[in-house]
């Protein structure tokens, strides 16, 4: 198991924080203890002083007794160990403790080391160098400080006479003061220091640790999570990391990287159904073409000679009509595949609703199929492909006779002429940034045209969204990552160049909009905020309806559960199982996409389906021939 | 030596015996062969006024065929048939030489038309062995 980023970074900058925080600590508490010595120094050179006064009057008059009692007085203080008085000879004069006056101490003793340090007496040296600290025997250390008696005028001029004129220094009073209260509040302060201290390194961690969880463990996790998944082929992955670092840098440049290639796979996996339809299309032509020949041949040579003879012509025409329809479709899978243009003609819808109705009439009936026609008089000639017309309708009848199943049903085959209005139908066949980058996503479809796809962006987090590729319909490919109400500007997922419109305003809710250059470089708009359904292409609502021929085929069968509508016109998408291709209703929509119409479905779970195709008119529709 | 009209080359056997039975019904003479190496060793090559050739043959290529044929006997019409014919198989196939293209399936009077029309292209060019 591999140790933590985080947990690493908090060791370490923890590990230097303790050691300055201890240094730090270490140095205060010295210069405190330091403190407290040169303070308590003081005080006791001003005690000695102070003795050295009041015994002052006393020395003069040779007033031993009175001298003694005082300094014994004195000694009695409780912080105050002993208190001293030496002659030039080192003999203890006076003291506190009785017991020792008269002995006599060598000028290497402590009391005497400052001043005979080099054996040559000085007179009187700075107050630090009379102190010392030592320990005595009674367990505690005590400060000791020496105050030398000097010479005075009044000294050799006294009644007594004891001291001579060239004497400097007569003696030294020597107090020794107890540092037990002093060392017991180093003590003390030392223990706080330290609780401090460790307290301080325990915050400092904590907070270390949060931080390095927020900053580095939080994103980092975020992003190994996200690379297993896209190692795991999840190539939808977005990764969240807030905050404008490195790490959430890394984390936009891997949302890019993962965007790129679930595009690329999308437009590969797209790419190789197509492909495969094509490889298909060849094999299936190939092989059924072969058998096919040998029945249409037969099949039209007896026609042929069978000229007088009524019933057998008729059986056989319907031999040789029927195979010339496999032959149709067949072509129809090659034309799929390669791509054919329409061979474009004046068509009555019509009479190619009927024919296509003739041609299945034999399976609607053995289904129990009831079906009404119900085609308008006034339906206009329109511009297509006869034969790719005929094929689209009877690939919807026997679509509807599927949905019917076994129990049968009711199919209703109308045709209208009608106005369409661009909301709600328009598709939108061209999509690109302001710099030209295509925006259409051929991977992502909504029913079956390719969904526009732009980024998204909210508080630093951005997303793919791919919108409804029908103006004025919201059925967008994806779900909005934010929730709903939130402003949430595009970009173009290529260039990443705002699509944010200056000083635009939506109409329903005031947020500001985005718009993309559609067909003719037209400005289609949306709003930013997520869940308005706003939209608004100026350029099409100004040209108005559409007219258009509507040839509607509709069922009441199972209808189409709503998770696969979207996938309904792809290429090998089937709910048939072995009976289908999955080819049926993509070449469907290819041919109706390619006759520049489009083709609508509508349904509802065990009440139905209506698929509903449109053609476009010219601009002076010619009209029907009858 | 047998006398013959048309040699049919395909590998499928229902194709050539649905193209026999049509051209016999004609009053021509067939010959047929199964792929190109039989068609181009078939003694009927000699003779006969036509060939009709698939495009895919298992061991080699309806134009390769047509390509032999045009330097063994410069002149004779050869008409490819196919099942899967895309517009460039057409454009190469007529650069080739071909008298005609005929996809698969064909009804039996599309079939006569283009062996008419061929023939009578052949018999135009003053060729005809016969």
């Known amino acids: ?626 | 030596m047998t006398e013959c009209d048309v040699l049919v080359i395909d590998d499928e056997p229902v194709v050539r015996a649905a193209v026999r039975r049509v051209l016999e019904a004609n009053g021509l003479r067939v010959a047929t062969a199964d792929d190109a190496g039989s068609a181009l060793a078939h003694p009927a090559l000699a003779r006969c006024r036509l060939v009709l050739v698939d495009l895919m043959l298992p061991d080699r290529s309806g134009i390769e065929v047509l390509r032999e044929l045009a330097g063994r006997r410069p002149g004779l019409p050869v008409v490819l048939i196919t099942g899967y014919a895309t517009p460039d198989h057409v454009v190469r196939a007529r650069d080739a030489g071909a008298a005609a293209f005929l996809a698969k399936p064909f009804e039996a009077n599309e079939l006569m038309d283009c062996v008419r029309r061929a023939l009578t292209r052949h018999v135009a060019a003053g060729e005809d062995p016969a």
């Not at chain 1, 405190?32 to 020395?59: G, H, N």
């Not at chain 1, 403790?97 to 009187?124: M, N, T, W, Y």
């Open chain 1, 1 to 626: 198991m591999h140790t933590r980023i985080g947990l690493q970074i908090v060791f370490a900058v923890g590990l230097v924080t303790a050691l300055g925080i201890a240094l730090l600590a270490s140095i205060a508490l010295r210069t405190s203890r330091r403190e407290m010595i040169a303070q308590l120094t003081r005080s006791a050179d001003l005690l000695s002083e102070t003795v050295k006064r009041s015994t002052e009057d006393y020395m003069l008059e040779n007033r031993r007794e009175r001298i003694r009692r005082q300094i014994e007085a004195i000694g009695r203080e409780p912080r105050i160990e002993r208190v001293r008085v030496f002659n030039k000879q080192g003999s203890i004069v006076f003291s506190s403790d009785p017991s020792e006056v008269g002995h006599i101490l060598d000028k290497g003793a402590e009391s005497c080391f400052a001043c005979h340090a080099q054996d040559r007496p000085l007179e009187k040296p700075p107050v630090q160098e009379r102190a010392r600290i030592f320990n005595t025997g009674s367990g505690h250390r005590v400060l000791g400080i020496v105050n030398p008696i000097q010479n005075q005028p009044s000294c050799t001029s006294a009644a007594c006479h004891a001291h001579g004129v060239d004497e400097t220094v007569l003696g030294v009073l020597d107090v020794t003061v107890s540092l037990e209260e002093v060392d017991r509040q180093i003590a003390v302060s030392r223990t706080r220091i330290a609780g401090l201290a460790i307290g301080a390194v325990a915050v400092a961690g904590l907070l270390l640790w949060w931080l390095s969880w927020r900053l580095v463990s939080r994103p980092v996790e975020a992003l190994a999570a996200g690379t297993r998944r896209v190692a795991a082929g999840d190539l939808t992955t977005t990764i969240v990391v807030n905050g404008r670092n490195e790490l959430s840098e890394l984390a936009r440049a891997f949302n890019q990287m993962t965007g790129r290639l679930s595009e690329d796979q999308r437009q590969l996996t797209q790419a190789d159904k197509l492909a495969s339809v094509g490889r298909l299309a060849a094999g299936v032509a190939h092989e059924i073409n072969n058998p096919l020949t040998g029945v249409l041949t037969y099949a039209s040579f007896l026609l042929e000679r069978a000229r007088d003879d009524p019933e057998r012509r008729a059986d056989l025409e319907v031999i040789v009509r029927e195979t010339k329809r496999c032959r149709e479709i067949v072509r129809g899978l090659l034309d799929f595949a390669r791509q054919t243009p329409p061979r474009r003609q004046p068509t009555d819808l019509n009479s190619v609703a009927r024919q296509a109705v003739s041609v299945v009439m034999n399976q609607l009936q053995l289904g129990h199929v009831a079906l009404t026609l119900d085609l308008a008089d006034d339906v206009p000639q329109v511009e297509a492909d006869p034969n790719q017309m005929q094929q689209v309708l009877v690939n919807l009848l026997l679509n509807a006779a599927d949905a019917l199943g076994e129990r049968g049903g009711t199919i209703r085959l109308a045709s209208r002429r009608a106005q369409v209005a661009p909301r709600g139908h328009e598709p939108i066949h061209r999509a690109a940034c302001p710099k030209g980058c295509d925006l259409l996503d051929p991977g992502t479809r909504v029913g079956a045209l390719p969904a526009i796809r732009v980024l998204r962006e909210h508080r630093g987090q951005e997303w793919g969204f791919c919108l409804d590729p029908v103006y004025g319909r919201f059925n967008h490919a994806s779900a909005e990552v934010c929730e709903e109400g939130v402003v949430a500007p595009a970009m173009c997922p290529r260039c990443r160049t705002p699509l944010l419109e200056p000083d635009s305003a939506c109409e329903r809710c005031g947020a500001p909009t985005f718009a993309i250059r559609g067909p003719d470089d037209e400005p289609i708009r949306w709003c930013t905020r997520t869940g308005c359904h706003f939209t608004w292409w100026e350029g099409r609502e100004r040209r108005g309806p559409k007219p258009v021929v509507e040839v509607s085929i509709e069922d009441n069968g199972r209808g189409i559960p709503r998770e696969n509508l979207p996938k309904l016109f792809e290429p090998f998408f089937t709910t048939k199982g072995v009976r289908g291709t999955g080819l049926g209703l993509a070449i469907t929509w290819g041919i109706v996409e390619s006759h520049g119409g489009t083709i609508e479905v509508e349904s509802e779970q065990d009440a139905g389906s209506r698929f509903t195709v449109r053609l476009p008119l010219g601009a002076e529709p010619m009209r029907s021939a009858g």
